[in-house]
């Protein structure tokens, strides 16, 4: 079986910062849920999952930008039609992939990269009823986002271990990961 492992991302490994509260107990992650590697094959379209949880409080996010970054020397394009946002997030009252930020930074092999957001609050306006983003510790990570993205057509990286193909981004308008309380 011909595949690439483009993405080896531990569970826990991508921290989430908020922009109106420190949010020290507030995990994002991208990859799978338990951790295992994530496995990929050149010049095909794989859904990305990103995952929410909580180790040391309970948290309730009500307003959060989520920037993909993606090594443009493994992944060349995103579909912003097929990236979705998952319960309690598809119920915020706004909520939108878009922002995207061309070239945002160049890596030490000379690979740029791009970003592609998700924003979303969820109490804009009275009444005030949208769910929030609610994990306590010891729950399952939540599967809040989900993008879709495309591996370059390179048979050259066939059977390597990719870990650094996709990260944290940056959201040219909100700037890096971030999420707020409903405070």
Do not use: K
């Amino acid at each position: 079986m011909n595949r690439i492992m483009i993405i080896a991302i531990m569970l826990l490994c991508l921290f989430i910062s908020s922009a109106s509260a420190q949010r020290d107990d507030l995990y994002v992650f991208i990859g799978t849920a338990d951790g295992s590697d994530f496995m990929a094959y050149p010049n095909g379209w794989f859904e990305i999952p990103v995952f929410f949880m909580s180790e040391n409080n309970n948290v309730d996010v009500a307003d959060m930008s989520y920037p993909l970054g993606m090594n443009n020397c493994y992944i060349d394009e995103i579909d912003s039609t097929a990236c979705q946002a998952h319960y309690p997030l598809s119920e915020w009252d706004s909520w939108s992939f878009g922002n995207f930020n061309d070239n945002w930074i160049t890596d030490s092999l000379g690979c740029t990269w791009d970003s592609y957001s998700f924003t979303g609050f969820a109490e804009l306006f009275p009444p005030y009823d949208s769910p929030f983003l609610e994990t306590e510790p010891g729950d399952p990570p939540v599967h809040a986002l989900t993008y879709v993205v495309h591996t370059v057509d390179n048979d050259e990286l066939l059977d390597q271990t990719i870990c650094d193909a996709l990260g944290r981004g940056s959201d040219p308008v909100s700037g890096p990961p971030n999420a707020g309380g409903p405070e």
